[in-house]
């Protein structure tokens, strides 16, 4: 008669003499993916055969503030900065019974001469934090001579056991009352910044998650900042 020998790393035989699966030993068996801003929870209990989680947290990416300049004056504003993000790998004993999932929405555009607003944070439970990337500020004031403005450091402070800041925006420059140059938005880990504009318009949109916006242009007429790219949580399950 054959024998059926099987590998003790993968396989084990039960009390009941059934063959199967050691726990843990599975890998990847399932994604999920939190996308839309809000608070959610992971309930450990829907999973009975989860080993360990995979989480990574983005946070969301600051506004740009809204310009309006004066007629034949000239208003540039910098971008918003990036949203920070964290990753961690943790063991499903670590996980307490229930575990809020915060996504953090993109920063609203400034309107007006308005500050862009701030990202919000996204973590899961108090084991990934990821904080949200500054709004830009409304600070050059309408005018036709040379002048300059900073852009936003980009977020920091993260908990997880690998951390990133989200990425710094680019300064505002007014050469002229109808020379400008607005800033570029900050990136993120899984975003990108939206683009600079020397010709006048609202702020621009970023890709991605977590990226902030880049900042409005004004040679007269006035345009609303743009909002910042929401956060997203990602949590892979491994058996």
Same mark, same amino acid.
């Given at each position: 008669?054959a024998?059926?020998?099987?590998?003790?790393?993968?396989?084990?035989?039960?009390?009941?003499?059934?063959?199967?699966?050691?726990?843990?030993?599975?890998?990847?068996?399932?994604?999920?993916?939190?996308?839309?801003?809000?608070?959610?929870?992971?309930?450990?209990?829907?999973?009975?055969?989860?080993?360990?989680?995979?989480v990574?947290?983005?946070?969301? @990416? =600051? +506004?740009?503030? #809204?310009?309006d300049?004066?007629? !034949?004056?000239? /208003?540039?504003?910098? *971008?918003? &900065? %990036? $949203?920070?993000?964290?990753?961690?790998?943790?063991?499903?004993?670590?996980?307490?019974?229930?575990?809020s999932?915060?996504?953090?929405?993109?920063?609203?555009?400034?309107?007006?001469?308005?500050?862009?607003?701030?990202?919000?944070?996204?973590?899961?439970?108090?084991?990934?934090?990821?904080?949200?990337?500054?709004?830009?500020?409304?600070?050059?004031?309408?005018?036709t001579?040379?002048?300059?403005?900073?852009?936003?450091?980009?977020?920091?402070?993260?908990?997880?056991?690998?951390?990133? @800041? =989200? +990425?710094?925006? #680019?300064?505002?420059?007014?050469? !002229?009352?109808? /020379?400008?140059?607005? *800033?570029? &938005? %900050? $990136?993120?880990q899984?975003?990108?910044?939206?683009?600079?504009?020397?010709?006048?318009?609202?702020?621009?949109?970023?890709?991605?998650?977590?990226?902030?916006?880049?900042?409005?242009?004004?040679?007269?007429?006035?345009?609303?900042?743009?909002?910042?790219?929401?956060?997203?949580?990602?949590?892979?399950?491994?058996?």
């Amino acid at each position: 008669m054959a024998a059926v020998c099987v590998c003790d790393d993968y396989f084990v035989v039960d009390d009941d003499g059934l063959l199967c699966l050691v726990p843990g030993s599975m890998g990847l068996r399932q994604r999920l993916v939190f996308g839309t801003p809000g608070t959610f929870n992971f309930t450990k209990a829907e999973y009975p055969w989860l080993a360990r989680i995979d989480v990574q947290v983005q946070a969301g @990416g =600051g +506004g740009s503030a #809204g310009a309006d300049a004066a007629a !034949s004056e000239c /208003v540039a504003r910098g *971008g918003g &900065g %990036g $949203g920070g993000y964290a990753r961690s790998l943790i063991e499903a004993s670590a996980l307490g019974a229930s575990e809020s999932v915060v996504v953090g929405a993109g920063g609203l555009a400034g309107v007006g001469n308005s500050d862009g607003g701030p990202g919000g944070n996204s973590s899961f439970g108090g084991l990934a934090l990821a904080t949200g990337g500054q709004g830009s500020d409304a600070s050059m004031l309408t005018g036709t001579s040379p002048t300059s403005v900073n852009g936003e450091t980009g977020a920091a402070g993260n908990i997880g056991q690998f951390s990133s @800041g =989200g +990425g710094g925006s #680019g300064g505002a420059l007014r050469v !002229s009352g109808s /020379v400008g140059l607005a *800033g570029i &938005g %900050g $990136g993120s880990q899984l975003g990108l910044g939206g683009f600079q504009r020397g010709a006048q318009g609202p702020g621009t949109a970023p890709r991605g998650r977590g990226g902030g916006s880049g900042g409005a242009l004004s040679y007269g007429s006035a345009f609303d900042g743009g909002a910042g790219g929401a956060g997203i949580v990602i949590i892979d399950l491994h058996g």
